[in-house]
C-alpha cells in the first residue's frame, strides 16, 4: 500500500510504503529510502524510532532510519586519495567529512516500486556529486521477512569510486524512551577507539575488562558512564566492532523486556551506536527521542579505511563492478530460540 508522507521543501511530493504479513508490519519511505516503522504485531512494539512526515524526516539532523551514502561514518580530515588523485569532501563534522556530505543519500526522494514482499528504491549520484568521482547508480530493496527485515544494496559506477552504505536505523525493543536498560551481545571481541571528534582511528583493542566487552550479554546502561576515555570521546558507545569471517553470519543481539534481535550482514564489521547526541526531537506516537533513548547496529565497512594503508577490505567499487550487500535484523520473543 502506498499513500502521501507529505513534501520536501521544493514541493516534491514523498510517499509512505506499507507491507505487511501475519508477523511484521513494515512502513519505509522514498524520502531518504528511510525505515519509519517495523512493528512486531504480537506484542504491537515498533522497533524503529521515526516521523510522521517527510517534512518531519527533513528537519532533523539525525538520519533516522535513513539509507546513508555515498560513505557511511567518518572519512577524516574530509578527503581521500584513490588512483593517485586527492578528493576532497564537506567537511561537516568538526574536520571531518559524516555520511557522505552536505547532502547525503538520506536526501534523495527514490524512484520506488513496490512488490507482494518488498519495496525496491532506486537513485543515481551524478558525477562530482558531494566531492566524489562517477555517477553511482544504487538499488535499496527492503525486504519484508517473516520475522523481520533485510535490507539489500547493489550498486555500480562508471568510474572508480567509494561506496560504503549504512542503514541509520535507531532501534528501541521496548518501544520507549530510554534505551540503556537493553542488553546487547556483540559477536566480536575487539573494537576501534575514537579521537575526541569520532573519527575510527587505525586500531583494534582488546574489549576484555573494559567498557567495550559485549563478549555475553550486557546492559547497555552498566558502563556507559564509565571513568574511560574513550567513553568520554563518544558521549557513550559510537565505536565499530569488526566481525570476523565472510559472508551473512551474526554480528550482535539486543533484548528488551519482551522482544530480542538478531542482527546479521556480509559486511566487515558493524558500528554500535547509542544515540548520545539525540535532541529529544517529536516522533511518532506522540514520543520524544532524547540521548540514549535507542541503539543503532550500522552494518559497515570500517570507517576511514581509504585513509588506512594497511585496513582491507575498502570500500572502493571499481568501474563497472557490481557491489551487493546485506543487512538483515530479526525479531523473537526474548525467550525464544533465535
Not at 539525540?278 to 579505511?305: I, Q, T, V
Request: hydrophobic share 30%; net charge negative; charged share 25%.
Amino acid at each position: 500500500m502506498k499513500k502521501e508522507f507529505g513534501r520536501k521543501a521544493d514541493g516534491t511530493q514523498c510517499y509512505l510504503y506499507i507491507l505487511e504479513n501475519e508477523n511484521m508490519i513494515m512502513k519505509v519511505s522514498d524520502y531518504g529510502a528511510a525505515l519509519v516503522s517495523l512493528i512486531d504485531r504480537k506484542t504491537g512494539i515498533d522497533v524503529v524510532q521515526g516521523y510522521d512526515s517527510t517534512e518531519a524526516y527533513a528537519a532533523q539532523t539525525f538520519y533516522t532510519g535513513a539509507s546513508v551514502g555515498r560513505t557511511a561514518n567518518r572519512i577524516g580530515r574530509a578527503q581521500f586519495e584513490l588512483n593517485g588523485k586527492t578528493y576532497r569532501l564537506a567537511a561537516n563534522n568538526a574536520v571531518n567529512c559524516l555520511h557522505g556530505g552536505i547532502h547525503g543519500f538520506n536526501e534523495k526522494v527514490y524512484e520506488t516500486t513496490e512488490e507482494a514482499d518488498r519495496v525496491i528504491m532506486k537513485t543515481v549520484s551524478p558525477d562530482g556529486e558531494e566531492g566524489y568521482p562517477g555517477t553511482l547508480h544504487l538499488t535499496v530493496t527492503y525486504i519484508l521477512l517473516t520475522d523481520g527485515v533485510e535490507i539489500t544494496t547493489e550498486a555500480v559506477s562508471d568510474q572508480d569510486t567509494l561506496f560504503a552504505y549504512t542503514n541509520h536505523s535507531y532501534f528501541n525493543l521496548d518501544q520507549s524512551e530510554d534505551a540503556t536498560g537493553h542488553e546487547v551481545k556483540i559477536c566480536s571481541s575487539i573494537y576501534s577507539p575514537v579521537d575526541p571528534d569520532g573519527l575510527t582511528q587505525n586500531e583494534f583493542r582488546d574489549a576484555a575488562g573494559t567498557p567495550f566487552d559485549f563478549t555475553s550479554w550486557k546492559k547497555v546502561g552498566q558502563d556507559i558512564d564509565a571513568d574511560d576515555e574513550q567513553i568520554r570521546n563518544a558521549k557513550g558507545y559510537d565505536h565499530f566492532f569488526p566481525v570476523k569471517g565472510e559472508g551473512m553470519r551474526t554480528m550482535a543481539y539486543c533484548r528488551g523486556s519482551k522482544l530480542q534481535m538478531k542482527m546479521e550482514s556480509d559486511y566487515p564489521g558493524f558500528h554500535f551506536y547509542s544515540s548520545n547526541y539525540l535532541e529529544g526531537y517529536a516522533g511518532k506516537y506522540g514520543m520524544h527521542y532524547p540521548e540514549r533513548s535507542a541503539l543503532c547496529f550500522e552494518a559497515e565497512y570500517m570507517p576511514n579505511a581509504v585513509n588506512y594503508p594497511d585496513v582491507e577490505p575498502k570500500p572502493v567499487l571499481r568501474a563497472g563492478d557490481r557491489q551487493i550487500h546485506h543487512i538483515r535484523y530479526t525479531f523473537a520473543g526474548v525467550n525464544e530460540e533465535q
